[in-house]
């Protein structure tokens, strides 16, 4: 079994849509929860960084985990076509960099 | 307040070579990590410095090295190149050690001929 399995898409959507995009992992030593947002071309940008369980919200964003089941969102409202991009989720048993294991990330269209 | 910056954007090698990224952090920032990004195998961690100190290595070979200077900026060295290196090399910079919060630049997108 994977560590981190994330469905790699792609999905399509229209503008204004509710986006939801999830992983799940395996390793429950993870304590810190991450949403990347990479544009092609550019490298991964954070969106959203959180430790516990529960919801987290940043304008349009909304990041949701669910450690009992290995289980973390995030999810968009009003979708924008400037929304598209791959969006990788990102976990870490604490806080380090060398630590952090990455999805395969989830390529997001959304039609205008 | 300028990102995180890394130069070359691209470039092109030949099996064999050696090439040198840099990578200069956000202003203020003193730890810098390293990834590789691939298709195959996604983001990799590579190395993380701090304070001109490497503070954990992933698991690559010993042909990947690198540095970090007391100004914070970073370089990172591949040596003898294979095929298999061609990938988007990642530079990330957090303001503390040990943080997950990374701030990426842009890559170097390196290819091997």
């Known amino acids: 079994q994977k560590e981190v399995e994330q469905d790699p898409g792609p999905l399509s959507v229209p503008e204004g849509a509710i986006v939801s995009l999830n992983c799940t992992y395996s390793n429950s030593a993870f304590q810190y929860f991450m949403w990347y947002r990479q544009y092609s071309r550019k490298g991964p940008e954070l969106l959203m960084y959180?430790?516990?369980?529960g919801n987290k919200e940043d304008g349009r964003f909304t990041a949701q985990v669910d450690k009992s089941s290995k289980y973390i969102s995030l999810f968009i409202r009003d979708s924008q076509p400037s929304d598209s991009a791959t969006y990788l989720c990102?976990?870490?048993?604490?806080?380090?960099?060398?630590?952090?294991?990455f999805g395969s990330g989830t390529r997001l269209s959304i039609r205008p | 307040k300028a990102g995180v910056t890394q130069t070359p954007r691209y470039l092109i090698k030949t099996r064999g070579q050696q090439v040198t990224l840099s990578c200069s952090p956000i202003?203020?920032?003193?730890?810098v990590s390293w990834y590789q990004q691939t298709p195959g195998q996604g983001l990799q961690f590579l190395f993380e410095?701090?304070?001109?100190?490497?503070?954990n290595k992933g698991n690559f070979p010993g042909r990947f090295s690198g540095r970090q200077f007391s100004n914070s900026r970073s370089e990172m060295n591949v040596s003898t190149l294979e095929l298999g290196d061609s990938a988007l090399y990642l530079c990330?910079?957090?303001?503390?050690?040990?943080?997950?919060?990374?701030?990426f630049g842009e890559g170097s997108r390196l290819t091997v001929l």
């Open positions: 990102a976990f870490s048993p604490y806080s380090s960099a060398s630590k952090i294991i």
């Open positions: 990330a910079s957090s303001r503390f050690e040990g943080t997950g919060e990374l701030f």
């Open positions: 410095y701090f304070s001109e100190t490497q503070r």
């Open positions: 202003s203020g920032h003193r730890s």
């Open positions: 959180t430790y516990s369980s």
